[in-house]
């Protein structure tokens, strides 16, 4: 129910009022001076404030400053006299809704109540969408609000704060180079550049190059003076993509820069010191590099001060939805995104595909199926053949976690599906539901057994 709050030193005015907006449903609060009024702005949730313009202390365009100041969304329509019309268009200038004179006609008045809620309405989802937007990427461009990505959010929020070098491992196409963004622009460095460096799609030499920069003449086409990332991202972060493909004779170097903050350019004796947080980020076991003699120990340890482990996608399924739509709304190009829908044989695919490429993967998958689709639904024949063939059975064993008691596997399984259902759902209840095929009141029952928060 909205709530309405009614300012009128003239108390006829305040019944009548009162009498009219309580027949249309709307709940009101009164107030015979503008420092009641006050008081009750304060203390109260109101939608809609109607004020007199001419009272005793306080004046209603007072009133009207203050109520900006306090609650700068709440719409005010104010009541004048014919003979203060210039004090109404004052008022509007003020940002007031509008005004209506007395002696008013009822339907005008209820008309511009109408109108005055419906705009606030209105503003108060924008607020709330634009929050969830800032909620949404707050780090970085990260889709997903699975367990396993909470998680995540929470140890960037812990690790941004410090200084330690963090090391992201997990498969390929999971995002590591997005964690590391977020790591960087939720840090104190944030200011400060963010500089990559892929230390396996470069040749030893010119990595080396890359990474501490070179002298004029260092070597064969060397032409002139060039500054390293390091030095690039002096006061920011350096972020190490594929740190597990280093050569050797660059580990040495690396870990020395770690220790020290100071290099020497190819070909160079000047020493340069730097100011720079490492990142770095492998697909591969660098425990088992270590062992194998492909990784220096020390430099693992050097590097691994803080380890985030980012999941493949089949551990996160309940994001599915999330990221589907985010990539058609990245790919969508002169669609209406909106429109797009995907069947649910297509969503048969995705739940029991194994997704080997991630996350990546699936965005590929995306972006092919909306050049290709012929109508506003993404169906099977959009996707790869390839994908198409391994939809045939539902992989239960994916579903089943390891080594626990079997009601709590249950519990588990169920808690996993109601989530997916209310997030495929937009957390419409009666639609996961039906989805789900239960009743709405036996939805309501899990959502609170879950602790789910809508």
């Keep these: 129910m909205q709530t309405i709050l009614i300012v009128d030193d003239e108390k006829n005015y305040l019944v009548l009022l009162e009498a009219l907006l309580g027949t249309e449903g709307y709940e009101t609060l009164t107030a015979s001076s503008a420092k009641d009024a006050l008081e009750i702005l304060r203390n109260s949730d109101v939608d809609l404030l109607i004020t007199d313009m001419k009272m005793p202390g306080m004046t209603g365009m007072e009133l009207l400053e203050e109520c900006e100041r306090l609650k ?30 007395k002696p008013f006609q ?14 606030h309405r209105l503003e108060k989802e924008n607020r709330l969408l634009r929050q969830a937007l800032s909620d949404r990427f707050r780090h970085g461009m990260i889709i997903g609000k699975s367990k396993p990505m909470i998680r995540i959010y929470d140890m960037i929020d812990k690790v941004a704060q410090s200084k330690a070098t963090v090391l992201i491992t997990g498969p ?14 939720g840090s104190t460095r944030k200011d400060g550049p963010f500089v990559t460096v892929n230390c396996g799609a470069l040749a030893e030499t010119l990595l080396e190059s890359e990474l501490f920069g070179h002298e004029k003449g260092a070597f064969t086409g060397a032409i002139a003076m ?30 020395r820069v770690l220790q020290e903050m100071t290099f020497e350019r190819v070909g160079g004796t000047r020493t340069i010191k730097v100011d720079v947080r490492v990142i ?96 506003q639904t993404i169906t099977a024949d959009d996707l790869p053949r390839e ?35 209310l997030t495929h759902c937009n957390n419409v209840q009666a639609h ?23």
């Design 172 to 185: 390929s196409g999971t995002g590591k180079e997005l964690i590391a963004k977020s790591i960087h622009y």
């Design 432 to 454: 996961a539901a039906q989805m789900l095929g239960i009743t709405k009141s036996l939805m309501q029952h899990k959502i609170k057994k879950y602790e789910i928060v809508i």
């Design 72 to 101: 700068p969304d709440v719409p005010v329509i104010t009541l004048t006299a014919y003979g203060t019309i210039e004090m109404a268009v004052e008022a509007m200038k003020k940002h007031a809704y509008d005004y209506i004179t």
């Design 226 to 255: 060039k500054k390293g990332r390091f030095e690039m991202a002096d006061g920011g972060t350096l972020f190490l993509d594929e740190v597990g493909d280093m050569p050797a004779s660059l580990q040495v170097k690396l870990l």
């Design 387 to 421: 994908l198409r063939g391994e939809s045939a059975d539902f992989e239960v064993e994916r579903f089943i976690p390891p080594d626990v008691p079997l009601h709590k596997a249950l519990d588990t399984i169920e808690e996993r599906l109601v989530r997916r259902a």
């Design 280 to 375: 770095s980020a492998t697909n591969r076991d660098l425990r088992k590099e270590v062992s194998a003699g492909n990784f220096r120990e020390d430099l693992f340890y050097r590097l691994n001060v803080i380890n985030l482990e980012i999941p493949p996608l089949c551990e996160r399924l309940d994001d599915m939805p999330l990221l589907v739509r985010h990539f058609i709304e990245k790919y969508s190009g002169e669609q209406d995104a909106d429109k797009i829908q995907v069947s649910q044989e297509v969503w048969k695919v995705f739940y029991n595909h194994k997704w080997p490429g991630n996350v990546r993967e699936l965005e590929h998958i995306i972006e092919r199926a909306l050049v290709l689709k012929t109508g």
């Design 106 to 119: 009822n339907e005008q008045l209820k008309l511009t109540v109408k109108k005055a809620l419906e705009a």
